[in-house]
């Protein structure tokens, strides 16, 4: 998570939507930078809400604004599938190593999915909590040109932005099945995707 004080902007750290390659670059550009532990780092709106929001209201900014990047579901659960197939977590649960992507998906449907299906909804990450605290700039991963119009736009010039994390490439081939599986248990994550305007030109 980057905080931008004086720019009065928060960028979550939406896990597997590429902003560990923002923090690199703009993290000395940040007035605070929550690298850890995880939990914090990945702090979605309801953790935000309950843990940082009051700090920094009692600090005088009450106007900060949120903003997230979402990535197309499928794409974004390849990308967990993909991290996990690293052999640092050879013969460990999370380890998706010898699975199938669609064995992972289905896994990943799952009322209570195994440790290397678990992976939580972006849907629920950015979700507006009763008090109105919300992400008020939603981006699409693809779009990272409107992204980055956007940060410049509040924050001036931006330097390079580097890979960082990627994931080994591997087939996410999906059956026409297991498609309508995760569409249906992912509604929400759908939905909010396909409300996200392309803002580059």
């Known amino acids: ?63 900060l604004e949120l903003a997230a990047v979402i990535r197309e579901p499928f794409s974004w659960l390849g990308s967990w599938y993909r991290y996990r197939q690293r052999p640092a977590l050879d013969g460990r649960p999370a380890s998706t190593k010898g699975l199938t992507f669609d064995a992972f998906l289905q896994a990943s449907c799952k009322s209570d999915p195994p440790a290397f299906a678990n992976v939580g909804s972006q849907a629920k990450f950015v979700e507006a909590r009763p008090n109105g605290t919300a992400v008020t700039h939603f981006f699409r991963y693809e779009d990272q040109s409107g992204l980055q119009a956007f940060l410049q736009s509040r924050l001036g010039a931006l330097p390079e932005i580097p890979n960082a994390n990627v994931s080994p490439r591997l087939s996410l081939s999906v059956s026409p099945e297991v498609e309508i599986m995760v569409r249906r248990h992912r509604a929400g994550d759908f939905a909010l995707w396909d409300s996200i305007p392309v803002r580059a030109s």
């Open 1 to 63: 998570m980057l905080v931008f004080w004086n720019e009065r902007l928060v960028l979550l750290s939406v896990p597997k939507t590429g902003t560990h390659a923002y923090t690199l670059a703009l993290g000395a550009r940040a007035s605070m930078v929550v690298s850890d532990p995880p939990e914090l780092k990945h702090a979605p709106v309801y953790r935000y809400n309950r843990f940082f929001r009051p700090m920094f209201e009692k600090m005088g900014a009450a106007d």
